[in-house]
Every structure is written in structure tokens, then in C-alpha cells.
């Protein structure tokens, strides 16, 4: 069972914070820094490069955002189209959700095979089979008279949710390591825990020493309401990212994922002898206490909500004690949630990357 932390009423970003006030950027939000069961730091996100050190190697996710929201009706009916995740088939990922008459949504009860949703320009979109028999939340579906890209080229809009203010543009979602996939590929919703670095950070960091190693995780929608574990999603770690790794844990650096992303998919690269090789496909490995991580030393992520399955995966990479620890200083220090909120840098304790570096799996 994952750690309960408690979140303050109002704790989430409601604006990007270059929205906030003149003269702010990207690196403007707020870190916290925690080294073991201990908060080391409460620092501006631009303090992170004399946080890490030459040799550390930053692993980040180079997947673009997708204009996934898409209106739609069920007969008279509005909806709004959250599409997830695209197939092998070419079938899609979709979630129906109920315009609030706010400009977001709320989730939307029911759905069954055959529900006919009708897209802006003619097209049709055919809910085939629940993704899961857990819950009818997600559904295969199939569009018909219709490109899914053309369509949220044309039409589709960033998926956002209540405790945001207003739409943003669909830049407002794309980090600095965000690259256009060829087949059109891409993240449903932001890998949010790169969205502070710029690229004047980024040369800083490079400057000190610090090297990336770049991955692709193309994320689903999330579960807003229903903190559901994750589902399946197509990953990439390039054979240069894999040797990089393993390179950088045979030495005295330290494994930094940006992300949750990044922990799925280097943690789905790993062998059985612990070193990383290149892959590609789906990974369906959910990170838990239980399960560990082989590869990660450290992490740099959003604040999540307590039910958030993610957190799951910050106890495996720093233990419940200090999550809950984090959390707590978080809480009384008033940081920001989601995706343009603030930001926590886990390190790890020097003991175990010592270990880490002779063999030794976490």
C-alpha cells in the first residue's frame, strides 16, 4: 500500500509560471531537493546545475505532445475525445469524457461496444472493446472516414483538466527535448517533469559535465479520477542511450531519470545481468516497492497526487519513509502540483550508489 500524503486545498498550478509575472521563464518553478529520508534544499529549479555533478547523466523523454482532446457527439450528445494511445491495428486508445460548460471535463459514466462518436469533418469513431477488464474508463476504437492525425492536426486541442485556468496553446505543452515522431506519434498528455528546463539550462548543465541520455515513452491520458495503475505504452531506448548508461554506472556518476516516463522505460531495458540494452515495443512493467529499480539512482519529477500510482514508483527510487517526508515539506511549503507546477529532484544516499555501482540491485 503506497504512503497516504496529505495535499493542501489548493495546490495546483493553474498557469504555466512564464504566465505569472513579467521576466519569468520555464526554469522559474520552485525545487525541492531530498537526499535520503532528508529535505536537503528548497531551491529554484535554475539552482539545478550546481545540484548535480560532472559525470551525472540526465535520462529524458524526447516524445511530443499530441493535440488529443477532440469534441465529438454520441447523437445529440457532446463529448469530448481524449485519444490515448495509438495501436498496432491502427485502433486507438480513447476515453469519453463530459464537457463541464467550463471549458474541461469530468469523467463520463457508462459506454458500451458499437458506440458511434461523430468527429468534426464526417469521420466516425467505433468503440470496439474496453483496453481492460478492469473498468470501462478506456476503449479500443476505430475510426472510420477518417485520419486520427489529420483530425487532431485540425481539430484536436492539449488535454487539460479542472484545476487548470484556461486553454493553452499546444507549445505551452512540449518540453525542450520534445521531438516530432515520423509516424506521428506521440504523448496524450505532457511528460511534465522536463517542462522547466530551457535550453540556456540545458547548455549549463552540458557546460558542468552533465550528460543526457535521450528515451521515448509515448504516455496515455491519465487517470484523473480513477488512479488506476498504467497501462501499456510504446517505448524507444536508443542502442547510444543504452551504452551511455551502463557506461555511466560503471563509474562514479549517478542515473537521473526526468520523469516517471524515463524510469518505465529504462527499467523496461534492463537485462537480467542489470545492464541496459537498446529495446523497442510496449512495456507493460509497473515500478513498485516490491518490484524495485535496477538502474535508476535518482529522480526528478511533478508532485503527484496521494492516490497517483506514480508514487509507487518514488517509494521504490527513494522508500516510503522519505516520500512521505518529502511530501510533507511540500505540503507546509505551499509547492505547486501537476503539470506546471513545481518539481522534486530525488538523490540518492552516497551509500547506495556505492552499491549501486558494484552489482548490487535496488
Known sequence: MTVMVRVPGEPSARVPVEQRGPGLDRDAVRLLVSRGTEVTHHASFRELPRLLRAGDLLVVNTSSTLAAAVDGRIGHAHVVVH???RGDDGRWVVE?????????TRARAGGHSETEVTLPGGGRLVLEEPLSARGERLWWARAAGADVREVLERHGRPIRYSYTERDQPLSAYQTVFALPSPD???SAEMPSAARPFTARLVAELVSRGVQFAPITLHTGVA????????????FVVPEASARLINAVRSGDGRVIAVGTTAVRAVESAVGPDGAVRAAEGWTDLVVTPERGVRVVDGLLTGLHEPEASHLLMLEAVAGRAAVGRAYEEARSGLYLWHEFGDVHLILPEANR??????????
Open 83 to 85: 485519444f490515448s494511445t
Open 96 to 104: 469519453l469524457r463530459q464537457p463541464d460548460g467550463l471549458g474541461t
Open 184 to 186: 506521428g506519434a506521440g
Open 223 to 234: 487517470s484523473a479520477e480513477a488512479h488506476e495503475p498504467p497501462y501499456p505504452e510504446r
Open 353 to 362: 550508489h556505492t552499491e549501486h555501482c558494484d552489482g548490487n540491485s535496488r
